[in-house]
């Protein structure tokens, strides 16, 4: 190929890619200035394109499966959840109730008021093995361990996403209800 010709194709690629280039952000910037734009029937709309995170957080669906919760007023200390996990993410322990433990204590009102005949010893779940899958909260009988929509709750250390149930401490906050 001739050098000249090379020389005026390189300079032709170079405007058409930055012409190119310059059309996707001119799109951007115009939506980010209050244009609408329909394309094949979608509106794309207007406004900011993306959000600040984190100081701006977008709702999160209430059904979406993030962050296990037990409330453990509600448990029972069935061991379901703990069977049915698919990666043994759930710790429980437990033993009869004794004569002096209150026999005919109940569950509260909102965990249907169902008889506990076991004293709940241990409730661990570990994050970091946790699949989302929901299966422990489809199983329990008392509707006590639930997904939460808390998603911010990385740790440093794997070991510090087992969370004891029972002497709940975490410096993020506590799911409401």
Avoid: W
């Avoid at 020389?7 to 939506?31: C, E, H, P, W």
């Avoid at 409730?123 to 899958?133: V, W």
């Amino acid at each position: 190929m001739n050098p000249i010709r090379e020389y005026f194709q390189n300079i032709y690629d170079a405007v058409t890619s930055t012409y190119k280039g310059m059309r996707v952000t001119g799109r951007s910037f115009l939506k980010t200035q209050g244009f609408r734009k329909v394309r094949g029937g979608y509106d794309y709309g207007a406004g900011p394109v993306t959000i600040s995170y984190p100081e701006i957080k977008d709702d999160i669906p209430s059904i979406s499966r993030n962050r296990l919760f037990m409330h453990q007023d509600g448990c029972i200390a069935c061991n379901q959840c703990a069977v049915i996990c698919p990666v043994e993410c759930i710790t429980i322990e437990s033993r009869k109730k004794s004569e002096d433990e209150n026999p005919e204590a109940r569950t509260p009102a909102e965990f249907g008021s169902k008889p506990v005949k076991l004293k709940l010893l241990r409730f661990d779940i570990d994050e970091a093995l946790c699949c989302f899958c929901g299966l422990c909260t489809e199983v329990c009988p008392t509707e006590c361990i639930v997904h939460t929509t808390e998603y911010e709750y990385s740790k440093f250390d794997r070991d510090n996403l087992i969370y004891d149930y029972l002497n709940f401490k975490d410096e993020n906050p506590l799911p409401k209800g």
